[in-house]
């Protein structure tokens, strides 16, 4: 079974660093690109970063130049290093990963970021 952890959520003040890692069990990771999600009350969940298997990285508009995604192949791990938060980062942070084997996509249970001001 699929199987995403988070963690590294926690209540930070503007401008600090917060880093959030995603274990991923029950699947070949390296074969498989990665993405950070982000959730607010009464929302559509939001797609923040996303690694490709191969290293390539997006970002919503909102989080360039702040927020870095990696992956570490051997550890099966993904991490999101966010800088410079801000009020409106706090939020519920998922990692997701969609199987091609099984053609669902699969969801961590989030971490809560709150950034307070």
């Known amino acids: 079974q699929v199987q995403l952890v988070e963690s590294g959520g926690d209540l930070i003040q503007p401008g600090e660093s917060l880093r959030l890692s995603c274990v991923v069990s029950?699947?070949?990771?390296?074969?498989?690109?990665i993405d950070w999600y982000r959730q607010t009350p009464g929302n559509e969940r939001e797609l923040v970063a996303a690694?490709?298997?191969?290293?390539?990285?997006n970002y919503v508009d909102s989080v360039k130049g702040r927020f870095t995604i990696s992956r570490d192949n051997a550890k099966k791990t993904v991490y999101l290093q966010m800088n410079s938060l801000k009020p409106e980062d706090t939020a519920v942070y998922f990692c997701?990963?969609?199987?091609?084997?099984?053609?669902?996509?699969?969801w961590g249970q989030g971490t809560q970021v709150t950034v307070s001001s």
């Open positions: 997701s990963v969609f199987s091609t084997f099984s053609s669902r996509r699969y």
């Open positions: 029950g699947m070949q990771f390296s074969l498989y690109d």
């Open positions: 690694i490709s298997r191969g290293g390539s990285t």
